[in-house]
Structure formats: structure tokens, C-alpha cells
């Protein structure tokens, strides 16, 4: 089974601290993201990566940044955490070939709450 | 820009009871719809993942239809259980975007009782 781990499920920060939440893959994929969910907003894209030190913005990428220095570990980072920050965060990951038939697998999320 | 849309954002309904969850979306240049299952304050779990080449794809208990030239998906599941209880969403995966971008809707929650 594809597995997907989130290192902390949850976070309590506060205001301004650099904050960094950190996701493993154990299935060698290419792909994986970095979404947060809001009540009645959905999944929001923050950032993906296709490939090592590859990168690209999502949707809402304001206020983050990544790093994939190895295949299997996707970092977001909160440079300078704010109230609005407090969210659901999910990692997920899934392979490069035949987008088509892609399918994404998720961590267990990190519930973030900035104070 | 594509949006991805589900009716009802909860539904209750005795066990045993045949449902519809329905999801609908914007544009039909997608690679492909995806239906997943999430448990309160768990990540998502993938049901069924339906091409757009695809009508339907079934799964146990679960069958998921496309139609999209009316950008329509519905899941159905048959004779429901309390362990159905959670938070279902559907997502597209729109054409022009690389194929990285997929786009959620804000997911239909249901609660079956015993």
C-alpha cells in the first residue's frame, strides 16, 4: 500500500514563527502536493513538485514556500506564520506517467493552528 | 476557470437506503474525475477514479457515473451502513493546466443512521 505520512498531525504556533510541516512518500513517486482545507472552501492548491529541487505554484501560494531536496520528503514552509494560516493541511503524492489515469494518495493531514 | 460543484453539503438518511451524491463542474476538457472518502480530521481517501473516456467505474458497493458533456457525476451507493457516515468529495483533473492541477469540490457530508 502507497503511504503517505505527515510528520505531525497536529501544531499549535504562534504568530511569526517560521513553521515547517513535512510529508514522506514511501512509493518512489514523482509527483507531490501541498493543499489546505477550509470549511466550505474545499482543497486549495498550494504548491507541487514534479521532480527533485522542481517546484511550481499552486492557487494560493502566498505566505509559503517548499523544499524537495529527495525524492520522497515535501516540506511546506511558513516563513512567518499568521492567524490565517490556521488550516487543514494535506500532503499528497502520486506518480509522473499517464496523468490520465493518476491518482493522488493523501497523509492523515496536519491540523495547523496559528495564535 | 473550472469549478467544481456538489449538492447536498450533507445528507442523512436511515441505513439501508439506496443514495445519490452528485457533483458537477465547469468545463468539460478534464483527464479525468476523481471521488474520494474522508473521515473527520483524517486525510482523503481515492474510491473511484473515472477517465474522461469513461461512463462509469464501480467499486463494491459504490458505482460512479460521468457525463461529461453535461459536466455531471453522480456516486451512488447501494444499501448504506453507518460506516458510510463521512465526508465524500469529488475532483477534476482539467486539461491545459500540465495535468498537476486538480480542482475539489467542497464535498457533500453524509451520515447514515442505524
Redesign the interface.
Given at each position: 500500500d502507497v503511504k503517505?505520512t505527515?510528520s505531525s498531525r497536529y501544531l499549535v504556533k504562534r504568530t511569526g514563527e517560521k513553521v515547517f510541516l513535512e510529508c514522506v512518500q514511501d512509493m518512489d513517486h514523482e509527483?507531490m502536493?501541498w493543499y489546505r482545507q477550509d470549511p466550505?472552501?474545499?482543497?486549495?492548491?498550494i504548491y507541487?513538485s514534479?521532480d527533485v529541487k522542481m517546484k511550481?505554484k499552486?492557487?494560493i501560494p502566498e505566505g509559503y514556500s517548499v523544499s524537495r531536496e529527495k525524492k520522497e520528503r515535501f516540506s511546506l514552509i511558513l516563513e512567518s506564520a499568521s492567524t490565517n494560516q490556521t488550516s487543514m493541511y494535506?500532503c499528497?503524492s502520486s506518480y509522473h506517467r499517464v496523468?490520465?489515469?493518476?491518482?493522488?494518495?493523501?497523509?492523515?493531514?496536519t491540523?495547523l493552528s496559528v495564535l | 476557470k473550472q469549478e467544481v460543484t456538489q449538492i447536498p453539503a450533507a445528507l442523512s438518511v436511515p441505513e439501508g437506503e439506496n443514495l445519490v451524491l452528485n457533483c458537477s463542474f465547469t468545463d468539460s476538457a478534464i483527464y479525468n474525475l476523481q471521488w474520494f472518502r474522508q473521515d473527520p480530521g483524517k486525510g482523503l481517501t481515492s474510491l473511484l477514479l473515472i477517465q474522461s473516456s469513461q461512463r462509469e467505474q464501480t467499486s463494491g458497493r459504490l458505482n460512479a457515473s460521468l457525463d461529461k458533456s453535461s459536466g455531471r457525476s453522480t456516486l451512488y451507493i447501494a444499501a448504506s451502513q453507518p460506516g458510510d457516515s463521512a465526508t465524500y468529495l469529488c475532483a477534476v483533473r482539467p486539461k491545459g493546466t500540465g495535468g498537476f492541477k486538480t480542482i475539489f469540490g467542497a464535498g457533500t457530508r453524509l451520515f447514515v443512521k442505524a
Open positions: 503517505v505527515q509527483n502536493f466550505g472552501l474545499g482543497l486549495r492548491l507541487f514534479y511550481e499552486g492557487d494535506l499528497a496523468l490520465a489515469k493518476n491518482i493522488q494518495y493523501f497523509g492523515a493531514g491540523r | -
